[in-house]
């Protein structure tokens, strides 16, 4: 057993503790392996040593103290070496693993450094040459941050008289909003703009530009940048704004691996097989939404935290009027949190393969490595990812609600710390790809598929996602099997379901596009007139599908019987709690008839729930981050939730004195004599 | 036409107002009435001359400064006539509108005057007597706030031989918490107690108890109270905790109207018939509940407002790229949007409908008019009003985030006011009656009238929610009729479906519990097992069927046919939306088979939609509080978003100054030279 975990101080948890069926410290130590569980300990022993990591989250600051703290914390994150790249390359499980503890720590200061430090560097290697490795030397100090393509209306028109670019944007409409660390603090950028050559658009291309002045860090005359100003959350993070007007640039500035401009104003590309590359620079671009499934996965991981110990300390009316009971005890409330605790385990999971698999293939494309797979790798990956990251932030939306108002009243504090996750998980849902137009990706490439199953191909793509389509002439002939509860609630029950949704809602999209077109549509209007009940719902099954299998397989490995029961109870109603919201398709569709498939479905999922609820705080127990992370009055590892709700309202400045105001009150209260 | 309904200016904006079908003024005025109209203009304008209103609700404020802003804007409310109980009682459409102003301008203070002053005054007038009417008087000049039942395990023992009462909460999980108005400022409170008389527990009692100096505002001995401290929202208002020690109170400080104590320690009570008694109180304690379920409403509606602008001026890439069109062009978009729109007017005519009830449900039980359906007409409200006050709290959360959403990465900006309002809103689903266990009244309700309509009985309640339930026998042997979209988009289609719905679930709930009772369930756990799937289901759809009962009579009463026409359309778009959530159930129960039934409810929605994006934005000029509320860069009435997007970020401190601990970024960044 790992010296590394340690027990529980005993307390009220306890109760829900002895009644687990397994240990939650080899159920961690399984699926998130020993190595990995040795290393997060290592992170938080190092944080320790820090003191701008040394404060808490919820202390009230003003914007600028945010600002200047996360300045720090992010410039301290540089220097912690567990959380080097070096280091995360060592093993590639760590990514994952270090995603998890920031981000649930201090997400806009973790997201300050990404943004700053790493995703520069990668840019310049992936997208620049020789001539730009200046920049990463100097980006190792630290100085320079990448703008997101957003608005597409700058031009870099090349001026070839004087031999460098003039990048222009037209109105405040065309600049460049919400890049991370652009606001206040970063002297570089990575701009997107419109490349212009004689006239000739040649589209989208990235340059190197200064912005701001090193020595003074004021901004260069020819543009205007500055802050955002305040957000929803995520306030430690200045995300900025940059507007050019005709800004000079010089020509070696264009990033140009894929595409170069010469000194008389010609284009040259030493690109050849653009599909190919294609493949690969797809897998590279979806880096940001592998790591952002796994940000809402630990978002929501400490949020349920928080709510499962709630559930397990709160007590509420019983039957017998004298005692009152434990709100886990009530069905309503397990059914209100534990498949969320369900999808945390499965999404854990699913991104610690996935990142995996991201980070191998990311790897192997900068050194060169399985050059065949790569393009299709790349493909597939794009495809998942465009799924898993909108999929992973609408479930954890949803559970960072549901576990804000099973706390009740006392969820609202901000002491609770769920507004705050709320408000940082929120920019999940809307940054790298608006999830509804992501999510497209994926249901794209599976009508690509579709097409080569129509035409009798076999389907094989090296992760495996969508094998199963070549069988779908005989999935699609298939119906609802289970008549007893025990039988739907078994691995090899739940995944020929989905896979008969995948094919149906597959055949199902691809008629509704050929009809729309048929009848006079664009493919365009075909496309998008076809995504609410059809596309959208097909990516879903699809991606749910992927969740399911890699958990099926991560389950396999398990000799401890206890733990492999209980995950396999945690798939299961992950899987069943997502199929009652597709159960209209069953029938629809013609798999289902009758009461029975929508009644095993219900009740399968509340047996599932009944027979967790005795785990639930294990399972916690098993992926929660220590107390110092999760940062909760009301989720604390030793149950004292009215001990520690006492001491923090005590303890603030609020808690017992009159307002410094309290004149202001008292003489609206005129002469009122004492009642008493 | 009202001389205070002005046009917009024009601006991009003018593009859909062109395209709707109806005239927007002509809308407003029958959905609210001429006079309502005019009562919001002159609230508008009178609200104008406060300096304490005058204020912008996004500048960053500290706790502080909040709560003394939201004490001055409460001592103000006071003072506006208009929204006197005077001015309510004299159009009781009015305490809708007044709501619908306040809540989305400044939700906080609004709070805090309705639970200092108005609730203080309703609890003193409906629990006490004549001894208590000085408190009321005192209380006119605002010095006290009312107690809501929290945490049950205060006690009151009546000391005989001293002749008082003593307080007493064995811990601080036994402390009042959450009292609105306690925190900071309140001088009095209402506090219910477990009355113990020699020994004997004679259940919770209102007591009105002093718990601070009002000459120094400093707490009396024998109690502990403070403030809860920061929250998620609301954090204008001061909520309190009070924990007393073995605390004397004398005894005429018993609310005495249902039962008091003698000098000597006796219990007596003039309640004779404690049923009739039953009904009305219910009635009188939905109260809070009626005026949320319109604060859920102004809430959502402040939030659609911003993101149905928004969607019309925003543009994407279109099928050509030199163009690109509104986002609200989009079939997603579109489906994001109108639901929850339709959403906001089907809520405004209910919730107009409702308080009126309400309030002239209250007037009667203080004049004693119509005595005789008093108590049936209370109970009654209780059942609704449990019911609409978490559906629509649900509906409008869901609303606000996809409206959060919809507005992409802007709608993270504070500018854009979303994440206040949901924040706000926030509150609105765990107080006065936490949800689901507030939902089980309802159905707890409609369970008994099961009884009554199993026995052949006749159901007639004053409001008519229910008494179709007379027809169950009927009813379910209907099947899903309709065999095209346009037959089921009939205001007549709907109906028939949901009746279907809740006699069919209401059967389902019944049965369960039957059978769970006769496998040895106690009643208690019988009902507690029969929520998921059941029970809850069942109160969903019987506030739906009644929210669409309401909408279709005001449409009846439309002269416009333009109005008529569009209204209709909303009403369908939500049951139809609302329906598709419950298609299971229609295939579960035999209702419906194969595949026509989920079909055709999808394409009627997507076709709704689509007829109805055109419409938006009138739509919403009819229901937007003016841009002084709304207040959002994104949702302003002249669709300048960029404008105003530009100038919030320009003139923001933060927006092109660079932060004075700027050396902090530029000593990390070592002595790097200028690229340029």
Redesign the interface.
Known sequence: MARFLKNFPPGPLDYYRKRASFDWKQMKLFIDTEEITEYEHNVYRELEKYPEYNVNNLT?R???ER??LA??QA?AYRTIELLSLQSLISDLKRPAASTRIMMQYFPDSTIKYSVTDRLFTSAIVNMGSDRHLH?VS?AE???ATVVMPGGMRTTATYDVRNKHFILHSP???AAK??TGGL???S??AIVYAKLLLKGVDYGLHAFIV?VR????????PGL??????????LNGLDNG?VQFNNY???RENLLNKFGDVTEDGEYVTPIKDPNKRHGAALGSLSGGRVNIACICEAMGTKAITIAVRYAAIRKQF??DPHEEIPILE????Q??LLPYLAAVYVLRIFNTFFNEAYFKFSLDNILGNNKDILPDLGVEIHAISSASKPLAGWIM?DAI?EC??AC????????SN??EI??DH??N???EG???VLIQQTSNWLLKLWILVLDKNKISTPLHSADFLTDAGHILRQKFAATTTNELCQLESIIPIYQWLVCHLLQMTHNKIESLISSGN?S??AK??S???YA?SLATVFIQHFFLKQMIEKISEADDLSVKNVLQKICLLYGLWSL?KH???L????Y????DA??LI?ESI?KLCADLKDEAVSLVDAVAAPDFIVNSVLGASDGMV?KH??S???S?P?????????R???N???D?????
């Open positions: 009230p003003s914007l600028d600002r200047h300045l720090k410039l920049f100097d100090e630290g100085k109105d405040f409409e909003c919400w606001g206040q603090c002297t570089h200064p002045d090193a020595k003074t860090l004021l901004p260069y205007k940048i500055g802050d955002m100003g305040e957000k929803i959350g704004f000079k640039l010089p019983g039957p009530y069905q309503t409330h059914y209100r939306k609600q804000r108002e009740g009243g006392h969820g609202y504090l901000k002491a769920i507004g709320r408000n929120d920019a849902l809307t940054y608006e999830n509804y664009s365009f209007w998008n007139n995504q609410v009940f959208k009652d159960v209209g398709i029938y629809q569709g013609g289902a008839h009758g009461p929508s009644i219900q509340l009215y709700l006492e923090a309202i005590y603030s609020y808690g017992l004195e009159r307002p410094t105001w309290w202001d009150v008292v609206c209260n005129g009122i004599k004492n009642k008493l």
